[in-house]
């Protein structure tokens, strides 16, 4: 991806909304007024192309773009391990690399995912991910928007996630569909 397109959406932003670069990963404020594309809106974050650069809009600014935030999750707090186990990995699922439209899981990303329980009783989940070129500027990203997500679960009370480049990533690590989407497989 990486530019304007027939399919993407024109926007104008609405207000100052804080972005990150992509894939440098630096953080900057586009100013309301800017003109731009949608070029991906894709787990509740999009990425606009501006000026002949991509960007990363959070979720929770997206009314910058005229578009909802995305909806909270609500949970029951009787649920069980395996409920809560499904949320984590349908929340990781929400999770996106900017340029590619395929979610982390299915890119193979995630390494391993535990939920347990804290000594206080409430939960807490591990992750561990890579990501598909050990340079990438959005790793700390990534990072972020995976533990945001599983914190916007209502009994998860932690969220530990590790970023490891052991075994590198390689596109074996793809799920089927992701090999087929991309033209791999």
């Not at 974050?45 to 910058?64: C, H, K, M, Q």
């Not at 999770?95 to 390494?111: R, S, T, W």
């Not at 530990?160 to 791999?184: I, Q, R």
């Amino acid at each position: 991806m990486g530019a304007y397109s027939q399919t993407s959406e024109p926007i104008v932003f609405e207000r100052d909304c804080a972005a990150v670069m992509v894939p440098q990963g630096q953080q900057v404020t586009l100013p309301a007024g800017q003109n731009g594309y949608i070029t991906q809106a894709l787990g509740g974050s999009f990425t606009v192309f501006v000026e002949g650069n991509l960007f990363r809009i959070a979720g929770a600014d997206a009314d910058a773009i005229g578009k909802p935030p995305p909806p909270a999750i609500v949970v029951d707090e009787e649920s069980s391990d395996a409920d809560v186990e499904k949320l984590v990995w349908d929340q990781l699922r929400t999770c996106f690399d900017p340029e590619i439209p395929i979610n982390i899981v299915e890119l193979g990303l995630v390494y391993a995912c535990d939920v347990g329980h804290r000594d206080d009783g409430k939960r807490s989940v591990a992750v561990k991910l890579t990501l598909t070129a050990p340079g990438c500027g959005m790793g700390d990203i990534l990072v972020d928007d995976v533990r945001s997500k599983l914190m916007a679960i209502p009994t998860i009370a932690e969220a530990d996630v590790e970023l490891t480049f052991d075994p590198p990533w390689n596109h074996s690590m793809m799920s089927d569909a992701a090999k087929l989407e991309t033209g791999m497989l």
